[in-house]
């Protein structure tokens, strides 16, 4: 599945998914499935992945002496990072069910331009990474968005059961927390003119998380700032407070 040929039909495929099942459901004669035991059991699974997938990388830096600083040994011959990094990049295909659920219980304003576009692309670069970029400084980018998913699956197992989690706006802040952080670490790759990890894919990296940064900082703005309409259109109706 490392393969360019098998990552593109991927991404195909869920994006003719999108498409396609977003008619069909659309159809009134079609009803919403709810898939109560699979959402359960989903996010329990991507709770407990997403969770060993942190430690992992985060145990495997410690092992191997790796830096919070950037430019840490890059072994290419034997990535000690390499195998949970293949395992990271299968499991954005796991991340895809949340566009399945999505598009199957008819909820049309979880399906954004912002979900579909990360999805899609966050797969793509880390075949990139799988490819070119999976030792040395990977490590922390697993372990931030490890460690975010973990939060983050938490969060949607709990909305399974409750509507009222009222750290919900903090999630959005973390997520975009992790962005900066990890785009200090590009950053610095490409200012300090290290050349253990390859300086294009720090670069390409870079841009990606900054449109990230942006599309996250504007659904945080729009979700929890930014006033909602009341009746009759004008504004005023009840804010969505940050705590």
Known sequence: ????????????LYLGFVMFGSILFKMEAVPKFDLYPLRFMYNVVQVMLCSYMCLEAGIIAWREGYSLIPCNAYNALSPP???VLWLFY???ILDFMDTFFIITGKKWKQLSFLHVYHHCTIFLFYWLNTNAGY??????????????HTVMYTYYFLSMHTKDIWWKPYLTGMQML???CMNAQAIY???SGCTLFPARITLAYFVYIVSLLI???NFFVQSYIKPKKG?????????????
């Not at 009746?231 to 705590?243: A, D, E, P, Y």
């Open 135 to 148: 030792d040395g400084d990977i490590y922390l980018t697993i372990v931030l968005n490890g460690f975010i």
């Open 215 to 217: 599309l996250f900082a």
């Open 81 to 83: 990072v390499g195998n």
């Open 1 to 12: 599945m490392a393969d360019f040929e098998s990552a593109a039909l991927v991404v195909v």
């Open 178 to 180: 992790q962005f900066l």
């Open 90 to 92: 299968m499991s954005k």
């Open 189 to 191: 790759l490409l200012v």
């Open 231 to 243: 009746k009759g259109g004008k504004k005023g109706g009840k804010k969505q407070h940050l705590n």
